[in-house]
């Protein structure tokens, strides 16, 4: 079996979260660094991971947690920041799949299976994202046009379907609904400061097609994968 496929089978993060910890050097086997990406784990063969031994999960599981403010999505933070994981009381090796910054909230999915990590996030699949946001100014349409369409705002490309639900008065304030396929780092929060929006909050309902509903900030459900891929 090819490298990141194993660690990724072990729960340790997505394939290609996996690829990275192999390029620098974090993955020893046999007590010796590999980072041959075609390297192929054999039975015997003893795998480590910052001097952990990894072995397969025996139960693939996923869950949907209502981050809440001020939480980080990774399993190690310099600053000893709250993190997700702490949230959900398992006996496995959870991450997130994907990530939410620090200050968004909303739904983000935990699991142990790095396989289906990479399904969910993979460019290709084009998975939808849906926010609410709160902001300090109106958006023009022809903005809004152009958002949909495609914007580049530092040599990268940007495009996001955004509508309103509602202006707010006293202060005024706006309430937008805005639509992703695509996971770029802080992607919304670069779009609106690129239309010199403030945002007050940014929080996500809806993520594959999986609905927060009701799940109140720090409640986490229990998805059956098995209803989940069909």
């Not at 079996?1 to 072990?10: D, P, S, V």
């Not at 990406?37 to 599981?61: G, R």
């Not at 869950?63 to 994981?85: A, Q």
């Not at 005024?172 to 945002?199: C, H, M, P, T």
Request: include cysteine; hydrophobic fraction near 35%; charged fraction near 30%.
């Amino acid at each position: 079996m090819r490298l990141n496929k194993f660690l990724a089978k072990t729960g340790l993060a997505s394939r290609r979260k996996c690829d990275e910890f192999i390029s620098n050097g974090l993955i020893k086997i046999n007590e010796k660094i590999v980072t041959d990406f075609s390297y192929k784990v054999i039975k015997d063969d003893i795998v480590k991971y910052k001097n952990k031994i990894l072995e397969f999960e025996n139960e693939n599981v996923l869950y949907m947690l209502n981050k809440p403010k001020n939480y980080i999505c990774t399993s190690n933070d310099p600053y000893d920041r709250k993190k997700i994981t702490d949230l959900i009381p398992s006996r496995h090796r959870l991450f997130s799949i994907g990530r939410l910054d620090y200050k968004t909230t909303g739904l983000i999915l935990l699991t142990n299976n790095g396989d289906l990590a990479n399904n969910f996030i993979h460019p290709k699949n084009r998975i939808l994202r849906k926010y609410e946001v709160h902001s300090n100014r109106q958006i023009k349409r022809d903005n809004i046009k152009s958002i949909k369409k495609g914007i580049i705002i530092n040599n990268v490309a940007y495009k996001a379907d955004i509508s309103i639900i509602a202006k707010i008065k006293n202060p005024e304030s706006y309430l937008w609904n805005v639509a992703l396929r695509e996971g770029k780092n802080r992607e919304i929060r670069k779009i609106f400061e690129f239309l010199k929006q403030d945002i007050y909050s940014l929080h996500r309902y809806e993520f594959a097609g999986i609905k927060l509903g009701s799940l109140k900030p720090g409640k986490f459900k229990k998805i059956k994968i098995s209803e989940l891929i069909k």
